[in-house]
């Protein structure tokens, strides 16, 4: 059964934004961390944001820092992704996933999953 569920994708020009959300229908994931991992065509799924369970703290991937900002309301049980400047190489299928450190950067660091939502980015 999914626990969480993204939505936002789509396709948008180089140069533009996008917002992903992420919700968890069935339960309450406040006390979690959230993050946000990506996997490309033909490449390997990585990690790409990271947020507390207050929100107040974030970690973020080189390759996005000062482009993406994660987000939090944990009063919607909702995590979001918003996503700047957005480049061709940021081309991928975006997951939500929660765990117990938000400073961990590995999949094997979270335990629930979405099934990912598909961001193109077009040059």
């Known amino acids: 059964q999914v626990q969480l569920v993204e939505f936002g994708g789509g396709v948008v020009q180089a140069g533009g934004s996008l917002r992903l959300s992420c919700a968890a229908p069935?339960?309450?994931?406040?006390?979690?961390?959230m993050a946000w991992f990506r996997q490309a065509p033909g490449k390997e799924r990585v990690f790409v944001a990271s947020?507390?369970?207050?929100?107040?703290?974030?970690n973020y991937a080189d390759s996005v820092t000062g482009r993406f900002a994660i987000s939090r309301d944990n009063a919607k049980n909702t995590v979001y992704l918003q996503m700047n400047s957005l480049k061709p190489e940021d081309t991928a299928v975006y997951y939500c996933?929660?765990?117990?450190?938000?400073?961990?950067?590995?999949?094997?660091?979270?335990?629930?999953w979405g099934q990912g939502t598909q961001v193109t980015v077009s040059s």
């Open positions: 996933a929660a765990g117990r450190t938000y400073v961990d950067r590995t999949i094997s660091g979270y335990d629930y």
């Open positions: 069935g339960r309450t994931f406040s006390t979690h961390a």
């Open positions: 947020v507390i369970w207050s929100g107040a703290r974030t």
